[in-house]
């Protein structure tokens, strides 16, 4: 199935403690690429989250986007450490005096030492916060997944219509191959011929340069690869697993033969066809570069 590597999606769990909602987002990119900004409260569940991300999108830049509103429940809220906090107010106290300073030990100091004020989300809660977080999480991943298929439906389309094109022009060049080996071959005779003028003609010779030069100029070997390629090229579009890279390595391929094709032609009515398939490669190329 052909999935574009760009889109958006939103989900949202509502929970008797609040709402945690997630977006993600995912455009172009070689390999796979995930970020996640979360909330400082959900910050421990950053690892849960790029896991279940990466369970489903192989491939692409994607960030993910999670915010948590509402009210805390009551296993989370704060709580203080009276004895610690006096304790602090003593020392600071202390401090204060053996420096010979004025200032009075405030309520903010005090408050802002660590371990005063804390909150003692339990094992059930923090559990039960995973949860709700990765479902939200899920609903977004669905939501862009859904959005990457159409776009890989409206993809796959056009790619087998480009790909029809190349099929016609392959072809094409594989009906004119042998035309045109023949016609150089009667080329040269004749340029040999006004040469050599009243020279008998050694037709031995003449016979061994055209087949040297029929074997450099013939691309049957290019062409069967070719046909090879977009054999392959056809059962990628129908694999169920990302192919993006597969596709655009078999592209590679295709040029390559391409331009071999191009430089052995040489012909007047191959050259056209030869610089219509890289144009038509390069549009191929294009569009498999958003494919997951």
Same mark, same amino acid.
Do not use: W
């Given at each position: 199935?052909?999935?574009? !590597?760009?889109? /958006?999606?939103?989900? &949202?769990?509502?929970?008797?403690?609040?709402?945690?909602?997630?977006?993600?987002?995912?455009?172009?990119?070689? /390999?796979?690429?995930?970020?996640?900004?979360?909330?400082?409260?959900? !910050?421990?569940?950053?690892?849960?989250?790029?896991?279940?991300?990466? =369970?489903?999108?192989?491939?692409?830049?994607?960030?993910?986007?999670?915010?948590?509103?509402?009210?805390?429940?009551?296993?989370?809220?704060?709580?203080?450490?009276?004895?610690?906090? @006096?304790? /602090?107010? &003593?020392?600071?106290?202390?401090?204060?005096?053996?420096?010979?300073?004025?200032?009075?030990?405030?309520? $903010?100091?005090?408050?802002?030492?660590? +371990?005063?004020?804390?909150?003692?989300?339990?094992?059930?809660?923090?559990?039960? *916060?995973?949860?709700?977080?990765?479902?939200?999480?899920?609903?977004?991943?669905?939501? *862009?997944?859904? !959005?990457?298929?159409?776009?890989?439906?409206? *993809?796959?389309? +056009?790619?087998?219509? @480009?790909?029809?094109?190349?099929?016609?022009?392959?072809?094409?060049?594989?009906?004119?191959?042998?035309?045109?080996?023949?016609?150089?071959?009667? @080329?040269?005779?004749?340029?040999?011929?006004?040469?050599?003028?009243?020279?008998?003609?050694?037709?031995?010779?003449?016979? $061994?340069?055209?087949?040297?030069?029929?074997?450099?100029?013939?691309?049957? =070997?290019?062409?069967? @690869?070719?046909?090879?390629?977009?054999?392959?090229?056809?059962?990628?579009? $129908?694999?169920?697993?990302?192919?993006?890279?597969?596709?655009?390595?078999?592209?590679?391929?295709?040029?390559?033969?391409?331009?071999?094709?191009?430089?052995?032609?040489?012909?007047? =009515?191959?050259?056209?066809?030869?610089? &219509?398939?890289?144009?038509?490669?390069?549009?191929?190329?294009?569009?498999? $570069?958003?494919? &997951?």
């Amino acid at each position: 199935m052909i999935k574009s !590597m760009t889109g /958006y999606g939103k989900g &949202e769990v509502v929970a008797p403690h609040g709402r945690i909602s997630a977006e993600i987002r995912s455009v172009n990119h070689r /390999y796979g690429e995930i970020s996640v900004k979360l909330p400082r409260g959900l !910050m421990a569940f950053e690892n849960e989250v790029k896991k279940c991300v990466g =369970e489903r999108l192989k491939r692409g830049k994607i960030e993910v986007f999670v915010q948590r509103e509402g009210v805390l429940d009551a296993a989370a809220r704060p709580t203080i450490n009276l004895p610690l906090a @006096r304790a /602090y107010f &003593e020392a600071l106290g202390e401090l204060r005096d053996t420096l010979g300073l004025a200032e009075p030990v405030s309520l $903010q100091l005090v408050a802002g030492q660590r +371990d005063v004020l804390t909150t003692g989300e339990s094992e059930t809660s923090a559990e039960t *916060l995973q949860a709700e977080l990765l479902a939200a999480v899920e609903q977004a991943v669905g939501a *862009l997944e859904e !959005m990457r298929s159409r776009e890989g439906d409206a *993809l796959l389309a +056009d790619l087998r219509s @480009r790909r029809e094109n190349l099929g016609a022009l392959i072809a094409r060049i594989g009906g004119r191959a042998p035309v045109a080996v023949a016609d150089s071959a009667a @080329r040269l005779k004749e340029r040999v011929a006004q040469l050599l003028a009243d020279t008998p003609l050694d037709e031995g010779r003449l016979a $061994q340069e055209i087949a040297i030069m029929a074997d450099r100029s013939d691309v049957t =070997e290019e062409l069967v @690869r070719f046909d090879s390629h977009l054999q392959q090229f056809d059962r990628a579009l $129908q694999l169920a697993e990302p192919v993006g890279r597969k596709l655009d390595f078999l592209l590679q391929e295709m040029n390559r033969e391409v331009n071999t094709i191009g430089s052995k032609g040489g012909d007047v =009515e191959i050259t056209p066809l030869v610089v &219509e398939l890289k144009a038509e490669l390069e549009k191929i190329r294009e569009q498999v $570069q958003n494919i &997951e």
